[in-house]
């Protein structure tokens, strides 16, 4: 069992639907990171979050300590937001990032 | 800000051949953490280094290895390359102050080995 789990693994959705992304983890952490990777691989940091939610343009992050679980939803998709985005535990004693396997999200117009 | 750099962004090399990878952080960060994603393995821990230390080291072989500069620029090494570390390699650069904490990516570099 991986330590931490992305589902679902592959997503596809119309244009303006409201997207939800779940991660699960099993190992102790600092906080959770959640990343997007275009095609070409570069990778942008969306958010880390240790507690509670954030919110970024669309994006919504939230977390539950207590379950070991996180959800980014992304509200009002549109086709550029077609990603890998991946979740990742962060573990502040040792910087190391364990990765979840990612959410292929493909949106159609 | 500039963001981190990599260099260089795409590489070929044979096998048995060795490759050095650079990192340039952000300025003001002094944490530098190497990756690896593969198709197969995903996004895979190399190390990280902390004002020319490294602080820790993820599950790879001996060949793999880095080092950091005064200045927090940072180099990763491959030895006797084999076909398996063709991929894609990521560093990040990270400031932790009090609760507050950020990180960057870079672009990343290919290697490719035949």
């Known amino acids: 069992k991986n330590e931490v789990e992305q589902s679902p693994q592959n997503l596809t959705a119309q244009e303006g639907e409201f997207i939800t992304i779940n991660c699960s983890y099993s190992v102790g952490i600092s906080a959770l990171h959640w990343l997007q990777q275009h095609p070409g691989g570069g990778i942008v940091s969306l958010f880390m979050?240790?507690?509670g939610k954030k919110k970024h343009g669309r994006l919504i992050a939230t977390i539950n300590i207590q379950e070991k679980h996180s959800s980014l939803h992304i509200t009002a998709s549109h086709p550029r937001d077609s990603a890998v985005y991946i979740c990742?535990?962060?573990?502040?004693?040792?910087?190391?990032?364990?990765f979840g396997t990612g959410t292929r999200l493909t949106i159609i117009p | 800000k500039a963001g981190v750099t990599q260099t260089p962004r795409y590489l070929i090399k044979t096998r048995g051949q060795q490759v050095t990878l650079s990192c340039s952080p952000i300025s003001g960060h002094r944490s530098v953490s190497w990756y690896q994603q593969t198709p197969g393995q995903g996004l895979q821990f190399l190390f990280e280094y902390f004002s020319e230390t490294q602080r820790n080291k993820g599950n790879f072989p001996g060949r793999f290895s880095g080092r950091q500069f005064s200045n927090s620029r940072s180099e990763m090494n491959v030895s006797t390359l084999e076909l398996g570390d063709s991929a894609l390699y990521l560093c990040a650069s990270s400031l932790a102050l009090g609760t507050t904490y950020e990180q960057y990516f870079g672009p990343g570099t290919r290697l490719t080995v035949t």
């Open positions: 990742a535990a962060l573990n502040f004693g040792n910087e190391k990032l364990t």
């Open positions: 979050l240790s507690s």
